[in-house]
């Protein structure tokens, strides 16, 4: 690592707004901002004119994929426990060493013993070792009882509760919502109303125990009025989208496209135009990319059969930045979802461009037109349902913690 | 659904069937779903003849491939191929590798290099067909995929209301029972629909999917209102798994509430038409005399016309392979 690096002649983008010229980081850290003095030692990045943007901090993902998340400018990753992945204290542990130095792994603990939805695992002991928060995984606590004991008991130990809302009743074996497409098609649908149910019921207890809580994914109408509710008589709730729930709808799984197969299932279109007032209005706190990376052995099979999820890490900034295009959010405000609110909901560093920060920065050259490709990504799959989408906007330049590793 | 034709046409007219596959009803014209029931009506009349045998597909390999169980719609298939004078060869689940864990793509690969000319194929999974004709070079025809299409039986259920009817267009067709997980339901819906019939669902709530109007049918819960002043009622098959509680409480409370009896049928048309796909459950969505009533059931008549029907999409599906004129 340098001893100092200047990122010149841009656009910082600051919680504050945007301001015209560099970024100056010394020991890993941002000491000035703004119209900076070059010292004598200092190797210097024109920006050309570009934003100058913090780090995306990228919450809920399901693979460590470091090439996707480098290209895609994360540089922090908060990962979801998974069966047989990452639910014991020994390999949460060993995720939060996993990324570094490149990109730093936060991993959220297991909920429950195995993901299983009935006994708590060791939530604080999994803490200690690096756990930034706790998660019930792919699937929902099904049991009232055990919801209610997990968010007291991560609640006094300060972690935040990532929960997967989707009520399991409604939903049983269903791989799609319902509505004309899966009528047509022919799949297994379950009502929108699955993830309502289970939002109010997980609403009602963070009531009853005060603790917080985080639904990964807010996709319907409905769960989003609960959640703009619950935020207005004070609860501590927040809730997360990804870009696929934002620019498509279940219309997009004609033709039986795997790709578009996941979990949460696509809506209609009401639905997705409910998300996106709510992306502007401020009750949807911040945008993942849902990374779940998943080879053609996992998708090139009949529509129920697939697995669900999408690679989204690198896609993620270039789809969001079409949300400023169309002048639903401003800048500062994208940034906030993609970096500044995942870090202080989940106690991160990084997150925002201040002095004292760490200097996880990006160069986003948000005009650069490029095209999605399936067989052209640097994830571990290319399972995107954007695939042949134009897109404008990515990353010319990732630094992590000082260092330039993109 | 399936790719433009890439066979010479001058282009004068339109093409009379422009598809590769025949994967389902949706992406056809209504134009050429009559054109297939027109071909049909020759091989009617050769079926009921005493030589029942037409050589145009003789050297054509026809691979029956069914990963789910099947014995009419396989018979159906067979006998049609080899009226043709098709090779014709069955491969069943229970003896293929699918079972050892072969995907299903590599199945259609395996299928394609032993240059079959025709692939019929029936799977348990909506969608497993169109993965399948993705892959292949040789036309591929659906013979019931999940819940999704079943097309012939849409074609010959279309035939045999045409034939008895002398139209489609403007009847109020019911289609009755469980529409939720029935392919037959959707090719009907879609194939009715195209051709002018007013088509009315009609079962149980827990059976009718909440959307099933956006296909441009009205729903109806009570039995009875459905089936009043109806031209043709379709009954459909209760699988037996599905009467144990988890959608309908019991075979005898559903017999009682949407089962066909002679004394509900005096609400449709006093000429309705009654089929069944089969197999029938007698006694629980079809009673018995309704069944057999030869003046209003047309259900033996269906299993007549599938072969029609099938050896007319097998006809028109190969004609450019075997190089007709205009193909």
Redesign the interface.
Known sequence: MVSALAITNGRVVTPGGLIDGGVLVRDGRIAAIGAIDLPADVETIDAKGKLIAPGLIDVGVFAIDRPAFVVGGITRAVLMPDKGQIETVALVQHAAASGKPKVWVHPLAAATRGLEGHELAEIGLMAREGACGVATGRGWIADSGVMYRLLAYAGALRLRTVSHAEDGGLAGQAVMT???T????????A?AEAEALAVARDLLLVEATGAPIHFRQITTARSIALVRAAKSKGLPVSCGITPAHLFLADSAVT??RTFARLSPPLRDESDRQACLAAVADGTIDLICSGHDPQGP?AK??????AEAGMAGAETLLALCLGLVRDGLIGVERLFDLLSGAPARLFGLPGGAIEVGAEADLLVVDSEAPWRIQSDKMAASAGNTPFDGLPVQGRVARTIKGGMPIL | MSSPPTRPNDGREAHPFPHRHLTGISGLQPHEIAFLLDEAEQWVQLNRGTAKHDDRLAGLTLINAFFENSTRTLLSFEIAGKRLGADVVNMAVAQSSVKKGETLIDTAITLNAMRADMIVIRHEASGAVQLIADKVDCPVLNAGDGRHEHPTQALLDALTIRRRKGRIDGLIVAICGDVLHSRVARSNILSLTALGAEVRVVGPPTLLPPAIERMGVTRFTDFDAGLDGADVVMMLRLQRERMAGGFVPSPREYHALYGLTHERLKRAAPDALVMHPGPMNRGVEIASDVADDLERSAITEQVEMGVAVRMACLDVLTRARRGVMGW
């Not at chain 1, 090139?300 to 059969?305: G, H, K």
């Open positions: 319902d509505g004309e899966a009528t047509r098609l022919g799949l297994a649908a009502l033709g039986f052995e090139r099979l009949p529509f129920a059969d």
